[in-house]
Each structure stands twice: as C-alpha cells, then as structure tokens.
T-cell receptor
Framework: QQPVQSPQAVILREGEDAVINCSSS?????VHWYRQKHGEAPVFLMI?????EQKGHDKISASFNEKKQQSSLYLTASQLSYSGTYFC???????????FGKGTKLSVKP | DTAVSQTPKYLVTQMGNDKSIKCEQN?????MYWYKQDSKKFLKIMFS???????INETVPNRFSPKSPDKAHLNLHINSLELGDSAVYFC???????????FGSGTRLTVV
C-alpha cells in the first residue's frame, strides 16, 4: 500500500517548473509532502486533506484528488534551495501511521 | 533549542553487539515514531508510541525493542546487530497527524 511517486528523479535549471505526482491504490483521506535535503532530516511541507483543496507554501503548492487517489506537488520558478528528495506520505490507517513513497530526487542547477 | 534530538548521530559497531539510540522531543507532542531509512532512501515506519503506549509495531525483528519512559522520550534498543541493520534511523514526533511530523536529525548506524 505504499504510494507510488513519479518521476523518480528530475533535473531543472533555476526558474523552471516541475510537477511531482503521488498515487495510491487505496482510498486516501490525506496526503503529506516532505522534503529531505542530503544528509538532513525530512521536513514537513504541507498536508492535503480530503476535499480537493490546493495548498501553497512559498512557490510550492499541491493538489489532492481523492477520486483519482492522487496528489501532485507543483514547484514554480524553482530555486537552488529546492534541491532535495521529495516524499509523499499517505495515511496507513493505523492511528497516524504514515506510509511514504520512494521519493523523487529533484536537482536544481544554476 | 532542538525540537527532536537524537543521540548518537553516528554509530559504528560490530555484528552481534547490542546498541541503543536515544530520542527526546521538547515540543510537548503526544506521539513519537521510529523510522528506518535504507540506502535507497526508503523511509519505513518501525514503531509508534502515543503517550508512552505502543500503538504501531510494524514487521520488525524482535531484536528491536522500543522503550518510552515518558512521553518526551522514545529510545530504541537493538540486540545482536546484523549487517542488514545498517541504515539511518529517524525519530519523529507529532501532536496531531494532520499537522505533520517533526523529525530528528537521524542516527547513521553502520554494522561491520
């Protein structure tokens, strides 16, 4: 029941946009997004709750389509600081058990 | 003022040894977790404690034993270490699942 992320990796130039997708084979009630920079801990970006709302965090936003059981993370006008591995996490159903996808490695070049 | 702190940051040990990793959070959160991140960056839940009580115990060898003396601390003890235990172990805490987790900086365990 691990969510599936795509693409596995993406390379961007500064200022370019990217989309990272997260899909699940089971019904979703919420989707978390985290970013992990090399050698550091994952950092919480945002959570999307059932209802399809789109949320934003600086120039990073996300959407959630519970009917399609998927979420997308949008990175606009990427900056060097956006580099890292992005993980989506879905509710494992056991009192807050978060199941993470395998991650998408984002590299932003000057 | 570190929110979730883990010690040690690095741990190198021989196969067969027993070791412990400590975790403390000063956020007042009720729930704490242990995650294992392997060499391919896969983050997998191991245990979850809510207010000192074990909530989640995923398929983890019983050589791994968590201990929560109070809700601010969740330690991980590993017996008879094996090569496959080499990984980065992250402690995390949350007050409300819908507010996300705060992770510690991780403990890199290397078994030789």
């Amino acid at each position: 029941q691990q969510p599936v992320q795509s693409p596995q990796a993406v390379i961007l130039r500064e200022g370019e946009d990217a989309v990272i997708n997260c899909s699940s084979s089971k019904a979703l009630y919420s989707v978390h997004w985290y970013r992990q920079k090399h050698g550091e801990a994952p950092v919480f970006l945002m959570i999307l709750l059932k209802g399809g709302e789109q949320k934003g965090h600086d120039k990073i936003s996300a959407s959630f389509n519970e009917k399609k059981q998927q979420s997308s993370l949008y990175l606009t006008a990427s900056q060097l600081s956006y580099s890292g591995t992005y993980f989506c996490g879905t509710d494992g159903g056991s009192q807050g058990n978060l199941i993470f996808g395998k991650g998408t490695k984002l590299s932003v070049k000057p | 003022d570190t929110a979730v702190s883990q010690t040690p940051k690095y741990l190198v040990t021989q196969m067969g040894n027993d070791k412990s990793i400590k975790c403390e959070q000063n956020l007042g959160h009720d729930t704490m977790y242990w995650y294992k991140q392997d060499s391919k960056k896969f983050l997998k839940i191991m245990f979850s404690y809510n207010n000192k009580e074990l909530i989640i115990n995923e398929t983890v060898p019983n050589r791994f034993s968590p201990k929560s003396p109070d809700k601010a601390h969740l330690n991980l003890h590993i017996n008879s270490l094996e090569l496959g235990d080499s990984a980065v172990y992250f402690c995390a805490s949350s007050q409300d699942f819908h507010r996300g987790y705060t992770f510690g900086s991780g403990t890199r365990l290397t078994v030789v």
